[in-house]
Antibody, heavy 123, light 108 residues
Framework: QVQLVESGGGVVQPGRSLRLSCAASGFLFSNYGMYWVRQAPGKGLEWVALIWYDGSNKDYADSGKGRFTISRDNSKNTVYLQMNSLRAEDTALYYC????????????????WGQGTMVTVSS | DIQMTQSPSSLSASVGDRVTITCRASQSITRYLNLNWYQQKPGKAPKLLIYAASTLQSGVPSRFSGSGSGTDFTLTISSLQPEDFATYYCQQSYSAITFGQGTRLEIK
């Protein structure tokens, strides 16, 4: 079945780095744009980054520009989020999500979500 | 940046009620109807309900509907069911991506 599984979260000190991974299965990964969305404890959803199906275009929320990098490896069906210079306000559950398509397009809607991986930034 | 403002922020209703949630964009997002609605239950990932402002995602019950254009959009649940009590978010993708702050729908 169509599935996304995030990993790589944990507790990290302010200023340090972390790389999140999201492994996809059950669909042709190389045809779909992907997103990272986060949710701080008890708060709403915040978009973090997006990447086109082929990696040719990327975009970031202002909160992560210059610190976060989204990438993908279509041969491994995996999307990544490299997070540098982490701050306390980056503490959140990080979800990856699939663009609903059509394939090789980017609709902006997210139709498949992972279960999330928790990132806690604390000294 | 486009800001998305939902109202109300919370809402109490009973099973069988008709409920409407409003989402207002800080500028028009009409051109490609890049407005989506999600439902999130506690401890779960969000679920896409409606895309392109009014198109029901596959598998979503027909009691859910969406409408609107320009800057003003609505999500309507025609007859609340027990499983509909959750938090709802609108989201635009006209310019980057932003979510509304959420509307928590509670049982009265």
């Amino acid at each position: 079945q169509v599935q996304l599984v995030e990993s790589g979260g944990g507790v990290v000190q302010p200023g340090r780095s972390l790389r999140l991974s999201c492994a996809a299965s059950g669909f042709l990964f190389s045809n779909y744009g992907m997103y990272w969305v986060r949710q701080a404890p008890g708060k709403g959803l915040e978009w973090v980054a997006l990447i086109w199906y082929d990696g040719s275009n990327k975009d970031y929320a202002d909160s992560g520009k210059g610190r976060f990098t989204i990438s993908r490896d279509n041969s491994k069906n995996t999307v990544y989020l490299q997070m540098n210079s982490l701050r306390a306000e980056d503490t959140a559950l990080y979800y990856c999500a699939r663009d609903r398509g059509p394939p090789v397009g980017l609709s902006g809607g997210m139709d498949v979500w992972g279960q999330g991986t928790m990132v806690t930034v604390s000294s | 940046d486009i800001q998305m403002t939902q109202s109300p922020s919370s809402l109490s209703a009973s099973v069988g009620d008709r409920v409407t949630i409003t989402c207002r964009a800080s500028q028009s997002i009409t051109r490609y109807l890049n407005l989506n609605w999600y439902q999130q239950k506690p401890g779960k990932a969000p679920k896409l309900l409606i895309y392109a402002a009014s198109t029901l995602q596959s598998g979503v019950p027909s009691r859910f509907s969406g409408s609107g254009s320009g800057t003003d959009f609505t999500l309507t649940i025609s007859s609340l069911q027990p499983e509909d009590f959750a938090t709802y978010y609108c989201q635009q993708s006209y310019s980057a991506i932003t979510f509304g702050q959420g509307t928590r729908l509670e049982i009265k």
